[in-house]
């Protein structure tokens, strides 16, 4: 029989990508989603690519009636852990906004788990875990810094609330966190993709934009930092290949070949680009111009990081597979989707 997987902000970029992916390789999945920070139309363009019927449950994850309810109609065999708030700036400014929604749904849904017997979670982590790491790869032994912002020790928070509820006596359930670096591009149907809301703060929606005429320029945050070109290095993972990590995770838990109650796993490529390679390389492989200028650095930025992914590699046997052309010219697809440019 199918096993089910649920996937709480399944209407967002990467639960969206992820949910593709899932159905591809033979899961069932149930999506729920608020919509606080989507659009339905992810989950229908998502039965277009797919050809399949999605159950979808639209509410709020912290309401842990809702989430009991929904696991007694549906027999559900893994939950996959989207849905958070996760713009770094606004945690700042509003960080009860993000502890609430961020911890809370997440206490919620593994309650819900506990009780109705759910065995086995997948959690969306992040590289921010690691802050600035003294040394690179960044890999899974690498220690943790004091967090940059309220949205990065949600993250931390959510892995030790993780542990704590898998490593306890009589435990009844197994987890893993991906800890996500840069995830960047869209599906190759261009029917799915990221819809920031208002400004982008993320590098490639604002590359994206400023190539469609949507924003005038993009400001280069650093030229200045010890890197070949001084502009920031940073991970940038094809969200097709993360969407697959993510099967690769499920996979492992159901069949029961973890090798403890909670592990986690870096996902990127292991490769460092520059801010300024990857707009060379978007102009480059999508034969446009991103007007560009050099500003001073951003608050809060670290200056590189990338992963070691061997680990997932040996573990999850998962590796990055698309190219940044690839992966770029997605990015391009999409944005030209979404402005109806030819
Ligand atoms: P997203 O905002 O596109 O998706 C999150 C989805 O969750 C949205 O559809 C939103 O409506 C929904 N949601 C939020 N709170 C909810 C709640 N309480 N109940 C129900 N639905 C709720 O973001 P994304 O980029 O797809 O990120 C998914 C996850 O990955 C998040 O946990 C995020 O922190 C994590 N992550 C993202 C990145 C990134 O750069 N995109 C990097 C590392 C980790
Ligand atoms: C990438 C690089 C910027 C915008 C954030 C979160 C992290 C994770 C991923 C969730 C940096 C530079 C950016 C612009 C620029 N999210 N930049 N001009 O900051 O590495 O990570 O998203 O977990 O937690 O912190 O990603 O895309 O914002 O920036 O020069 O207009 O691009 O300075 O070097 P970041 P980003």
Request: glycine share 8%; net charge neutral; hydrophobic share 40%.
């Amino acid at each position: 029989m199918k096993k089910c997987v649920l996937v709480t902000g399944g209407a967002g970029y990467i639960g969206s990508h992820t949910t593709v992916e899932l159905i591809g390789a033979g899961y069932d999945v149930i999506v729920v989603d608020d919509l606080s920070n989507s659009d339905a139309s992810a989950v229908s363009n998502v039965e277009k690519i797919t050809g399949t019927r999605i159950p979808f449950y639209r509410f709020d994850c912290n309401d842990t009636d809702k989430m009991r309810d929904l696991f007694d109609r549906h027999r559900v065999d893994a939950v996959i852990h989207f849905a958070a708030f996760k713009a770094v700036g606004e945690s700042v400014e509003m960080p009860l906004k993000y502890y609430r929604n961020n911890l809370g749904s997440l206490t919620s849904v593994l309650t819900a788990m506990d009780e109705k017997g759910v065995p086995s979670i997948v959690f969306s982590s992040s590289a921010t875990v690691y802050g600035q790491p003294d040394t690179l790869p960044a890999t899974e032994r690498t220690p943790l810094q004091k967090a940059g912002s309220p949205y990065g020790a949600t993250k931390q928070m959510s892995e030790d609330i993780i542990s704590s509820v898998a490593c306890a006596p009589n435990a009844k359930i197994k987890a893993i966190a991906l800890r996500y670096f840069n995830p960047i591009g869209a599906h190759p149907s261009a029917l799915i993709g990221e819809l920031p809301k208002g400004v982008p703060n993320n590098l490639v929606p604002f590359i994206t934009q400023t190539a469609a005429g949507v924003r005038e320029c993009l400001s280069v945050f650093g030229d200045d930092y010890d890197t070949p070109d001084g502009s920031a290095l940073r991970d940038y993972i094809d969200v097709v290949d993360l969407a697959k990590a993510h099967v690769a995770a499920i996979s492992r838990l159901v069949e029961g070949r973890g090798k403890a109650p909670f592990e986690y796993f870096n996902v990127g490529t292991g490769k460092p680009l520059s801010v300024l390679e990857l707009i060379h390389a978007f102009e480059k492989v999508n034969g446009v111009r991103v007007n560009h200028k050099i500003t001073g650095r951003r608050a809060g930025d670290i200056e590189k990081i990338w992963a070691s992914t061997e680990l997932a590699e040996k573990e999850l046997g998962w590796h990055a597979e698309r190219t940044i052309e690839q992966t770029l010219a997605s990015a391009w697809a999409w944005e030209k989707h979404v402005r109806g440019i030819k």
